[in-house]
């Protein structure tokens, strides 16, 4: 990815897009060649990004940006003093995924508080990390109720319930604080920085910076002025009035013929996040329309199935399919499949089990090879069950030509992401 942004970056003439793009200040000879060959990753939402981490949240518009990623690039570049390191950043979408997916698998291993610290990180770096406070919430309601289905409660038991319906709730209370945490303590910075300013802060901002203000129409902290408007709301959220003010985003707002296109670009990944959905409650009705909170048979026996077709995936279909409905409707969908790609593992874990079920090669024991004739030997594993222990990618890579159409679709749709992606993003082109 490093190498081919870097080519297509100094092949293809940059793109005179109208997004935010600051003035650079000045750069050294090292800046120069890290901006030469990383330059492309610093392109659309990155340049926010970068611009927070080297001036902190100077332009109102900026407060969409939640502060761990850029925290962290600014840290980084004081661990390394050439200040081009800035120019390697890219979007937050793969820090928020670490650690949302980190939380996940903790939550999965029974660590509860490191689970929650992670899911409350993640939320400092992406706003919808705000999301995955259900899973704490889901798993501590599902512990509870099926604590309850052992059977009739023996008398006296009543105290002792209650006192564990109010430590439920406790725990989900502050399982939701903590989450939220970084979030609102955000929003409580924006609001100071922006609605009460101590000092005029505008005085050290370059002349440059402050006529790309004027001229765009950008509200710089610190410069007197009106105080925005949403300084007066209730609950003041600079994240949503930005939403709304400077992106248009809300309920069906780009149901528009013109963004058509950026419809389709979304489509291979809201039929594969569909699909993954239907699938999913086709196979688990009862599972799905009890929430998940009744024991299966499965589970009594202690052998309760895994994959993806398994009980535990029901919060994660769940989780999936609200971003998903969500997205959308009320965001600019073109920005669906990295909006997903980086909230839940369900993208991927549907594609592997669709590969396990219905490709052939991956039937086989992987001593045959498809191109001598050789019919494939070994059975098909269980479509909910443990598939081979090797990665399959690179065989079915190899194999293209024998493949099914399906296996291509699925492989194609990520491999085309990539290498488009790439082509478009690092060039100011219309993406995601």
Request: with cysteine.
């Amino acid at each position: 990815s490093l190498v081919f942004q870097a080519v297509f970056n100094l092949l293809i003439p940059d793109h005179a897009a109208d997004a935010f793009s600051p003035p650079r200040g000045p750069r050294g000879r090292w800046d120069a060649l890290v901006e030469r060959l990383l330059g492309g990753l610093g392109r659309w939402d990155a340049e926010h990004f970068l611009f927070i981490a080297e001036r902190g949240y100077l332009l109102e518009h900026n407060c969409a940006f939640l502060p761990l990623f850029p925290l962290g690039l600014r840290l980084l570049a004081a661990l390394l003093p050439p200040a081009g390191v800035f120019m390697a950043a890219a979007y937050s979408e793969s820090a928020f995924a670490l650690l949302a997916f980190g939380a996940m698998w903790q939550l999965e291993q029974g660590r509860g508080g490191l689970s929650g610290l992670l899911f409350a990180l993640a939320a400092g770096a992406r706003a919808n990390g705000l999301v995955n406070a259900g899973f704490l919430l889901y798993s501590r309601a599902r512990r509870f109720v099926l604590g309850l289905q052992g059977g009739p409660a023996p008398p006296g038991t009543l105290p002792a319930l209650w006192k564990r319906g109010l430590g439920l709730a406790c725990s989900a209370a502050l399982a939701c604080a903590a989450v939220s945490l970084p979030f609102a303590l955000f929003q409580y910075y924006a609001y100071l920085r922006f609605c009460e300013p101590g000092t005029d802060l505008g005085q050290g901002v370059p002349e440059a910076l402050l006529q790309l203000a004027r001229d765009k129409g950008y509200r710089v902290a610190g410069v007197a002025g009106a105080k925005p408007p949403w300084c007066s709301q209730h609950f003041p959220l600079v994240y949503s009035y930005i939403q709304d003010t400077y992106w248009n985003v809300g309920f069906l707002r780009y149901f528009q013929l013109r963004q058509i296109p950026n419809f389709l670009l979304a489509l291979p990944v809201t039929l594969l996040s569909s699909w993954a959905a239907w699938t999913y409650v086709s196979t688990n009705p009862r599972h799905c329309l009890t929430l998940g909170l009744e024991r299966s048979k499965s589970e009594e026996r202690g052998k309760a199935r895994d994959g993806f077709c398994g009980p535990a995936v029901f919060v994660y279909v769940v989780h999936s399919t609200a971003l998903l409905v969500f997205g959308f409707f009320c965001m600019h969908v073109q920005v669906l499949t990295r909006f997903l790609g980086s909230s839940s593992p369900i993208l991927y874990w549907f594609s592997a089990h669709l590969l396990q079920e219905h490709e052939p090669l991956l039937w086989s024991t992987g001593t045959d090879n498809p191109a001598s004739g050789k019919p494939l030997q070994g059975k098909p594993p269980s479509s909910c069950g443990r598939g081979t222990s090797d990665n399959p990618v690179v065989r079915l890579l190899l194999n293209w030509r024998s493949i099914t159409p399906l296996s291509k679709s699925i492989l194609g749709f990520f491999l085309g992401y990539w290498l488009l992606g790439l082509i478009l993003h690092c060039n100011f082109l219309p993406w995601t």
